[in-house]
C-alpha cells in the first residue's frame, strides 16, 4: 500500500513576514519615554534640582507675624525625612514622580511610631492605582488598599472628572518628545552618511585606462594626485571635466529650526524658561518671573500637602524658601541690606546672613538714622533734648 503523501504547506506566508514590506506595515517605530528624551530631562532635572535644595520652614503664626518654628518635627522634614536619603534626595524624587512617572501624581507614606512622625516613604509610581469612591476615592497600592487621609497624596493639573486626581505633561509632551528624537536619528544618520564626495571628475569613457579599476586608479595619480600642497593640476581638457560637489546640510533640511521649536514646545509645556533646555540665553528678569511663577506653584503643592497631612495645630504650616532661588547679584544685595539695616528694618546680623557671612557679636540690636545708635536709646538724644548741650 502505498503511503500517503503529506500536504504540503504554501510558504507565501512565511515569506510575507520575513518581507521589508511586513516589517513596515507591522513593527511600529517603538515607544518613547520621556526620560529618554534630554530636553524633557533637562527642564525637568532643573525644577527639581531647585526645589530640592530650597529649606522647608516650620513657621507659626502670632500675633506680630509669622515666625519660625524651631523643633524636631522641622528638624525631620528639612534635614532627614528618609532616613535612607537627604532632604534633597527626597524632594527630587517626589518633584520628578509629579512631573513624569506619576503623570501628575506622587505618593509619600508617612510611618509613624508611639504617635511621632519616623520616617517618609515615597511610593513606586508604577504600583500605585486609584479607585474612585463616590466623589472621594481608595488608593490601592501593592494590593493594599490605603485611605487618603492616610497618604500624602502631591497633585498637579487635577483631571476635570476627578478633581483630587493630577494628569501631569505626558500627553503634550510624547509628540515632542517623538519629534527630538526622529531629529537625532536624522542628525546621526546625515553626519555617518557614506555619500558624501566633495568633487565629482568626469572623464572620457574612450580612455583606455578608464576601462578597469586599476587604470582609473593610475589615471587620478598621474593627473590629479600632487607632491606638494597648493601645486596645480595639469590635466587634459578634451578628457576630463571637474565639477565641485556641494552636498545637503542640516540647514537645508531645515532641522535645526525644528529643533529649535520643539524645545521651545517643551520650554512652554513645562512652563521653564527655554534657555534651560538649550535654546536662547539667559535673562534675569524671565529666570525670576521663572521661581515666581512655576517654581512657587509646585512648593505650594508640596507645602499644603504637608501641611494637611501633617500638622495638629491650626496656627502651624510649612514654608519652602523661595527667596533664596531669585538670581541676586552681591551688590544688590548688598545695598538693600545696607538700606534696610541703617533704617532699623533689619538687624546687623540679618543683612550678613543675606551675604552669606557668619553673625558677629554685637549686631543683633536694630539702628536708626544715621548716628547708628541702638533703636531703644533714640529718645536719649542730645540734641533731642532742650538745653541738652548746656546741661551736659
Known amino acids: 500500500m502505498a503511503k500517503k503523501k503529506k500536504k504540503q504547506t504554501r510558504a507565501e506566508p512565511v515569506s510575507y513576514l520575513c518581507s521589508m514590506e511586513a516589517y513596515e506595515t ?72 509629579l512631573l513624569l512617572e506619576g503623570e501628575g ?5 508617612p510611618v509613624t511610631k508611639d504617635g511621632y512622625l519616623e520616617d517618609l516613604v515615597p511610593a513606586r509610581p508604577g504600583s500605585v492605582s486609584f479607585l474612585p469612591d463616590g466623589y472621594g476615592y481608595r488608593i490601592l497600592y501593592e494590593g493594599q488598599e490605603y485611605d487618603p487621609d492616610g497618604v500624602l497624596h502631591f497633585v498637579i493639573n487635577p483631571d476635570p472628572s476627578y478633581p483630587w486626581k493630577g494628569t501631569g505633561h505626558r500627553t503634550a509632551l510624547k509628540t515632542v518628545a517623538d519629534s527630538l528624537k526622529q531629529a537625532v536619528k536624522t542628525k546621526k544618520g546625515f553626519m555617518e552618511s557614506k555619500w558624501k564626495p566633495s568633487m565629482v571628475v568626469k572623464v572620457d569613457a574612450l580612455t583606455e585606462e578608464f576601462a578597469d579599476r586599476k587604470g582609473r586608479k593610475e589615471l587620478l595619480e598621474s593627473y590629479l594626485e600632487t607632491s606638494e600642497a597648493g601645486e596645480p593640476w ?27 521649536l520643539d524645545k521651545r514646545t517643551v520650554a512652554a509645556i513645562l512652563d521653564i524658561p527655554s534657555f534651560l533646555v538649550g535654546e536662547g540665553q539667559f535673562d534675569e528678569k524671565e ?19 504637608l501641611t494637611r497631612k501633617l500638622l495638629l495645630s491650626p496656627d502651624w504650616y510649612f514654608k519652602f524658601n523661595l527667596r533664596s532661588l531669585y538670581a541676586y547679584d552681591i551688590n544688590t544685595l548688598s545695598n538693600v541690606g545696607s538700606n534696610l539695616y541703617t533704617r532699623g528694618i533689619m538687624a546687623g546680623n540679618e543683612v550678613r546672613d543675606w551675604i552669606g557671612l557668619s553673625p558677629k557679636k554685637g549686631l543683633d540690636e536694630l539702628i536708626i538714622l544715621e548716628n547708628y545708635i541702638p533703636q531703644g536709646m533714640i529718645g536719649d538724644q542730645k540734641k533731642l533734648i532742650q538745653g541738652g548741650e548746656e546741661d551736659a
Open 26 to 97: 507591522l513593527c511600529c517605530s517603538g515607544y518613547t519615554s520621556l526620560a529618554d528624551n534630554p530636553e524633557i530631562m533637562a527642564g525637568v532635572g532643573k525644577i527639581c534640582d531647585l526645589i530640592s535644595s530650597m529649606t522647608i520652614y516650620l513657621m507659626g503664626n502670632t500675633e506680630n507675624g509669622d515666625v519660625r518654628i524651631r523643633n524636631e518635627l522641622a528638624k525631620k522634614i528639612d534635614i532627614h525625612p528618609n532616613r535612607y536619603m537627604t532632604r534633597k534626595t527626597f524632594i527630587s524624587a517626589v518633584v520628578r514622580t
Open 287 to 305: 529666570w525670576n518671573n521663572f521661581i515666581n511663577t512655576r517654581i512657587r506653584t509646585l512648593c505650594a503643592a508640596l507645602e499644603q500637602e
Open 105 to 109: 501624581n506622587s505618593m509619600v507614606f
Open 234 to 260: 595639469m590635466i587634459p581638457a578634451e578628457q576630463f571635466d571637474i565639477k565641485e560637489i556641494r552636498p545637503l546640510s542640516l540647514n537645508d533640511i531645515a532641522l535645526p529650526d525644528s529643533v529649535r
